[in-house]
């Protein structure tokens, strides 16, 4: 029982370390993307912005999957869930990616698309959608992924 409970207090230790580490390293990197820019002349798009941020978390995150995986003191329970969540998460990736390409594609400048366990949000670069293309970016999340329409969020941004 105590070698369980020692094993949950280390795994919980590292889950908290982790986000603290990711809030960490994205507020240092805002303000490193901040001074680089200003150093720069130019503005990053929001889209630019949200797709570094979003490699730089997902970067973490994986780090801190792959210390529990290979981590001695990680259960054979948290190593598997370590392994399962790395996995979907790589499966996630490789889908946005492929999606973002198509609805680019189909004629859009510029998108981010974000897939979690429950729902897909898609940002447009588009001042407003019209129900037809609103029900195109929908086919193409469909065609790729087994989400419902009520699971699916489409943003225009400008």
Known sequence: MKANKKKIIVLVAMIVLLVATGCLNYFLNVKQDNIDTVDAGTQPTFFETYRSDRVTTREQEITY????????????????????????????????????????????????VTISTNNVNVVVKDSELTLEEAAQIYNTIASETDFTAADVVIIPYV
């Open 65 to 112: 999957l792959d210390e529990i995986i290979v981590s001695e003191a990680s259960s054979d329970e948290a190593v598997a869930a370590a392994e399962s969540q790395k996995l979907a998460l790589t499966t996630a990736m490789e889908t946005e990616l492929v999606i973002e390409g198509l609805i680019k594609a189909a004629g859009y400048t510029d998108c981010v």
